[in-house]
Each structure stands twice: as C-alpha cells, then as structure tokens.
C-alpha cells in the first residue's frame, strides 16, 4: 500500500508533482503526502509542524472545486451579531436574523453587535436589492475605427443572436443587458447576466465565451481577451460603483434622538458631521471609490463565513453610507453597488460555510430563483449599516480609541 510518505518522497525526488498526487491516491491522504513534503523540504533548524492545518473536520475530496494542491484547511474564528429584523424584498417577514462573521479584527463582532442593538430600538431596518447583474466584458481587436463603428452596429441589430447562443450555455442564467464600448482599435462589450442564487460568475464566463464565438464568426473583430476589465472584477472601478454589478442593495433604519443617545452615545448632529466630514469630504478628497467607514469590514467577515469569493470584497467597498437629521431624529442608510454573492456554487458548498448560511435560512437555492442570494445581499447590507452606525456613534462620541482598549486590542 502506497503511504503519504511514500508519495511525498516521490515529489521530492521529481517523479510525481504536487497536482498528481489525487491521481494515485484518496484526496486525504495526497493532502497529507503535502503537509509532510513542506515538513521535509524546511530549513534544517526550522520545526514546520502543521499539525493544526491538517486537523480539518470535513473530507478533502469535499474541498476539490475549490482548491488545488490542498495541505489542509486554515480556522478563523466565527462570531455573530444581532439579533436583527429587516423588512427586506427576499427576506421572511418577522424573522429574527443573526449575522455570522468571520474575522481576526478584534472589536469588529462587537463594533456591529452595538449597532445591531441600535437597529433593533429602532424597530429594526429596511432592505431592498435594487439590481442583480453579473458581468463580463470582452475586449476585441478590430483594425480601425470604422470597423469598431461596424461591429458596434452589428452587435447592436444581432443582439438576439448573441443572447441565445450565451442561453445555450446554462439552464439559470439569463443575458439582461449587452452594452458596446470603443476605445479607438478596441471594443468591449459589457455582457450582464441575471444568475440567479450563485454569483454568477463561471456562469457569465463560459456564457460570453459562446456569444464572443459568434461575434468572431460575422464580423471582423478577433478576440483578444474573455476579460477586458470593463467588467469589472476584484479591482476598484467606477463603473461597478455607477452601474452596479452582482447585487446592488440598500439598507436604512430611523432612529429617535433618545435612541441615538442610549445606543451610541452621542446626537444625530454629532453623527451627520463625521459622516459628511468624513464619508463625504474625506473620501471626495481621497479619491475614493466607496464613500463610508467601514463597510469592508462587515463584508469581508460576511464573505468568509458564508463562502463568497474574498477576492471581491474590493467591489463590495463600493459602499455609499448617507446621514441625515430629521425632525431630531437620525435617518442612515448604507447603498452597496457592486455586492457579488451566491448561495449555490463555490466555496457555499463547504461544510462550514454551508453552515453558516443554515444560520441565515439561505442556503441553496431559493424559491422562486434568486431569492436566498437576494436575502443573503440584504443581510450583509444591514450588517454594514449597523457597523457604519456604530464607528461613526464611536468617532462622534470620541470613543473609538478606548473601545480598542477596553476589549485588550
């Protein structure tokens, strides 16, 4: 019997290489056959003991789509925050939420816990996802122009023809929006596609791939690359914060002066001021992207426990978070342009970030289609307005610093 050993040895010595190991054995045992080449291959006064890596709870094999040449499985800790009510388009109503989170940011479960709390005085918030697209964008070489502008004339009278044969690639998706761009030799063509419960995607990749087929078979422009960063994906852009791309959600809350004041400690003036100071002028100066305190925060925690590429968080920063005093009271809302998030597909499927979606009810997909990714998009958005409520209440309040403090940060 061919042990772990046996196939780190072989590595080692050049006769197998890392991504054939499943090939000659179970996937467990070719992740152990890994741990202990790095154990092998480390500097000679350096104890590699991987022991905690290795001691995962679910079967390698469960983990082969969404990772390649597997060691093991790193733990983040997982916290929650809420309870939360949300009167939201894919959400049930009534029901009583928590949020998990991911994270090594000591004060952050807490920091979104506080402004839950706040929320939840309030009478809880409103959650609406306001668009769900999905895009690709392929960039095309033509030789001038003129054959642009022929080519940007053809999409635009066959763009039935590259819709169905993008259908033809999946039994979910759906091309919604098919927009042309030239830039002088170049063309791109933003595809955008209704994904339903995943992200989305594999999905739009291998669906534009089938329509680009076409457009190179009538016209005369070649194929340069799938992706032409007109799309645009886990990179800052204006486009994703101006045209929205995967979910674009919104959540707000009304709080009362006392509320404001017995939750966060401070006023609504205080909070409206490092808003618009903050969010607003600062980020205006900054150049920034995402006008808000820190939205990454809750969606990246929310990203990793539940499954979503972390890769896009970058997009889910495109993060608008407005104040504003009525009649006394507090009025916030935080609006998330670009949030790409699934409930199906990828890393959904682990056991644990599978888990961690049975805590919110959304796991799989919903009924009717593309109500569990929209539910999942209303939650992260309230979990960022109640993280936004609380840094902004702490920085109004002068008591951000001795929050860290106080929790040994």
Not at 71 to 80: F, K, L, M, S, T
Not at 263 to 277: G, H, S
């Amino acid at each position: 019997m061919t042990t772990a050993a046996d196939l780190a040895d072989r590595v080692l010595s050049g006769d197998l290489a890392l991504h054939e190991l499943e090939a000659h054995t179970d996937a467990d045992t070719a992740t152990k056959a890994r741990r202990i080449l790095l154990a092998q291959n480390a500097d000679a006064d350096v104890d590699v003991d991987l022991s905690t890596i290795g001691d995962f709870s679910f079967d390698a094999a469960t983990a082969e789509s969404a990772i390649e040449n597997m060691v093991g499985a790193v733990q983040i800790p997982v916290g929650i925050a809420g309870p939360l009510t949300i009167d939201g388009g894919a959400l049930p109503d009534g029901k009583t939420h928590y949020l998990p989170l991911a994270t090594t940011e000591g004060a952050l479960v807490a920091s979104v816990n506080r402004g839950c709390s706040a929320i939840q005085a309030g009478g809880g918030a409103n959650a609406r996802v306001l668009q769900s697209m999905m895009t690709r964008a392929p960039v095309f070489c033509v030789r001038d122009v003129h054959e642009a502008s022929a080519v940007v004339s053809w999409v635009r009278d066959n763009e039935d023809r590259l819709a169905a044969a993008a259908m033809e690639t999946t039994n979910h998706g759906e091309l919604t929006e098919l927009t042309p761009y030239v830039v002088g030799d170049s063309v791109f063509l933003r595809f955008g596609y209704d994904t339903k419960d995943a992200m989305g995607m594999n999905m739009a990749t291998i669906a534009t791939q089938a329509a680009c087929e076409v457009l190179e078979s009538e016209t005369a422009a070649d194929l340069i690359a799938l992706s032409g960063n007109l799309c645009t994906d886990k990179k800052p852009a204006a486009i994703n914060a101006i045209e929205g791309r995967g979910r674009t959600v919104a959540s707000d809350v009304v709080l009362t002066r006392e509320q404001v004041k017995d939750r966060l400690k401070t006023t609504p003036e205080a909070i409206e001021e490092v808003n618009t100071r903050k969010n607003l002028i600062g980020s205006a100066k900054a150049g920034s992207l995402g006008f808000n305190a820190q939205a990454a925060n809750v969606v990246a925690a929310a990203f990793l426990a539940t499954g979503q590429d972390a890769a896009q968080v970058v997009e889910g920063a495109n993060a608008i978070t407005t104040i504003d005093v009525r009649d006394g009271d507090l009025y916030a809302s935080v609006t998330i342009a670009s949030l790409d998030v699934g409930t199906v597909g990828g890393g959904t499927k682990l056991p644990t970030q599978s888990e961690a979606l049975d805590i919110l009810g959304v796991r799989g997909g919903g009924d009717p289609p593309g109500t569990n990714a929209d539910a999942l998009a209303e939650l992260i958005a309230t979990g960022a307005l109640a993280g936004e409520l609380s840094l902004l209440g702490a920085l109004a309040s002068s008591n951000l610093a001795s929050a860290h403090e106080q929790l040994g940060r």
